[in-house]
């Protein structure tokens, strides 16, 4: 991931993160959120632990390190990742897409009050304009969700993940600041995140196997390999290895950018027709995402 240039990481986040939120229908409605994030994380996990065994990385942390790395799991993998999935069963994917928009601008007050780091004016106007560009695209989708009695339910879902996954995000952020290790913490994160999605399904008295008809889909599992570990273990790798350049703030804007990919997926494969509207919104997006990406 070192060899790659910014935009070369950006591009992977986007072209991949962008795809998965279809890549999550296929896991909606066979298996529990909870259960399905675990079986994705862990695969991931252990994925990625297996590989830096191979290449003989260090593999032992402290407890205090553990303690962080658990952290960073439970929130940017795991519980973030269950209020996805329940939000996508009651509002269109559409909807959770324009909630993750507001993440460069969390990321980056986040970071700020946090640690200090400098958001400038350019960057906030930025992420306005390109939340309000998403937003437009997206603009029908809400006035389907209005009249739906879920419609608030799934809201609510959404704004906990994106506040989730921001506090997990700037905890990753913290862990490469104190030295860990961007593979091993990326793996032992990953398994952190799974095991508190356990702890959330057992908590439930979920079943945590899937039954015997899922598991004969192939959609099912071609839909779970791709979330691991296209999904998960090289989209993270690059978004951590791109956050450690250039900061949680403007790696955030892979949040407004991926729901233009998502929308022409929705196009090929959902049968949407794009309008004035859309075409608007695509355009101020694009420019929210100069803006804060200008000095990258």
Wanted: contains cysteine; aromatic residues 10%.
């Amino acid at each position: 991931m070192q060899r790659l240039r910014n935009w070369q990481l950006l591009a992977i986040c986007v072209l991949t993160w962008g795809t998965t939120w279809y890549a999550i229908t296929f896991q909606i409605g066979h298996t529990a959120p909870e259960v399905g994030v675990a079986l994705r994380f862990a695969l991931a996990g252990a994925t990625v632990l297996a590989m830096c065994a191979w290449r003989a990385l260090p593999l032992r942390f402290t407890p205090r390190e553990h303690a962080r790395l658990a952290l960073q799991g439970a929130f940017l993998y795991g519980v973030s990742y269950i209020f996805v999935y329940h939000a996508e069963q009651h509002v269109v994917s559409g909807l959770v897409a324009v909630g993750y928009s507001a993440s460069p601008l969390i990321s980056g007050l986040g970071a700020w009050a946090l640690f200090g780091v400098r958001v400038s004016r350019r960057f906030v106007f930025g992420g306005l304009l390109g939340i309000a560009g998403v937003a437009l695209i997206f603009w029908p989708e809400f006035g389907k969700a209005a009249g739906s009695s879920s419609a608030a339910l799934g809201a609510l879902f959404t704004v906990a993940s994106v506040l989730l996954s921001s506090i997990g995000s700037l905890a990753a952020s913290r862990n490469r600041t104190h030295g860990l290790p961007l593979w091993p913490s990326l793996g032992y994160g990953m398994l952190y995140g799974a095991a508190a999605c356990v702890l959330v399904a057992l908590l439930q008295g979920q079943r945590l196997v899937p039954d015997a008809a899922v598991l004969a889909l192939p959609s099912w599992w071609a839909s779970l390999l791709y979330l691991s570990l296209a999904g998960s273990v090289m989209t993270f790798a690059c978004f951590l290895t791109l956050q450690e350049r250039i900061g949680p703030g403007p790696t955030g804007s892979i949040g407004v950018m991926t729901p233009l990919l998502a929308l022409l997926v929705s196009m090929l494969f959902e049968k949407f027709h794009p309008d004035v509207l859309t075409l608007t919104g695509a355009a101020l997006a694009v420019l929210g995402n100069v803006l804060m990406l200008q000095r990258v």
